[in-house]
Antibody, heavy 122, light 113 residues
Framework: QVRLVQSGAEVKKPGASVKVSCKAS????????MHWVRQAPGQGLEWMGI????????TYAQQFQGRLTVTRDTSTSTVYMELRNLSSEDTALYYC???????????????WGEGTQVTVSS | DIVMTQSPDSLTVSLGERATINCKSS????????????LGWYQQKPGHPPKLLLYWASTRESGVPDRFSGSGSGTDFTLTISSLQAEDVAVYYCQQYYTTPPTFGQGTKVEVK
């Protein structure tokens, strides 16, 4: 079965960077796009970006342009999300999410990781 | 970006009764070439990631009970729980995937009366 195992919780100071990993298993990694979605405490869901598992090209939501980088390592079936210049507003649960489209992106989400809590505090 | 607006923000329903959640998009999510509405519904319980319930506005995900149904087209959509069960207490989100970025509604909290 599809599994998305994320790295553990992080606590960072304002201005720092965080890098969260997501190891995929149970399917062929190259066949499905991957996304990152975050959820601030008590809030809704916010899409951050998508990565093509084959070429590694990524597209980001406008509000994260310039401080978000999503990468992948096909040899380990792992996707990474790095967010820079953190502020308290980045305190959230970060989910890696597999796209539902086979060989294409559809952008609805059948498989979610358990989430990684990132807390930004001085 | 397409703005998704759900109503109500919260809903209290007796066990066995019907629950109805509305979702409105700021522009149509109906793709005319394939006549599909690019609209999904998710259920999120505390401490868990969202779970996909419906996609293409009305296609039930495998394993989802048939008391969950979706309807609507264009800009107006509805999620109906025909007979609320205790395990349906959760927050429900609609999501459009017609354009990038995909966007979610603010969520509707469903509780038991």
């Amino acid at each position: 079965q599809v599994r998305l195992v994320q790295s553990g919780a992080e606590v960072k100071k304002p201005g720092a960077s965080v890098k969260v990993s997501c190891k995929a298993s149970g399917y062929t990694f190259r066949e499905f796009y991957m996304h990152w979605v975050r959820q601030a405490p008590g809030q809704g869901l916010e899409w951050m970006g998508i990565i093509n598992p084959i070429g590694g090209s990524a597209t980001y939501a406008q509000q994260f342009q310039g401080r978000l980088t999503v990468t992948r390592d096909t040899s380990t079936s792992t996707v990474y999300m790095e967010l820079r210049n953190l502020s308290s507003e980045d305190t959230a649960l970060y989910y890696c999410v597999r796209d539902s489209g086979y060989g294409e992106y559809l952008m609805y989400f059948r498989h979610w990781g358990e989430g990684t809590q990132v807390t930004v505090s001085s | 970006d397409i703005v998704m607006t759900q109503s109500p923000d919260s809903l209290t329903v007796s066990l066995g009764e019907r629950a109805t959640i509305n979702c409105k998009s700021s522009q149509s999510v109906l793709y005319s070439s394939n006549n599909k509405n690019y609209l999904g519904w998710y259920q999120q319980k505390p401490g868990h990631p969202p779970k996909l319930l419906l996609y293409w506005a009305s296609t039930r995900e495998s394993g989802v009970p048939d008391r969950f149904s979706g309807s609507g087209s264009g800009t107006d959509f509805t999620l109906t729980i025909s007979s609320l069960q205790a395990e349906d207490v959760a927050v429900y989100y609609c999501q459009q995937y017609y354009t990038t970025p995909p966007t979610f509604g603010q969520g509707t909290k469903v509780e038991v009366k």
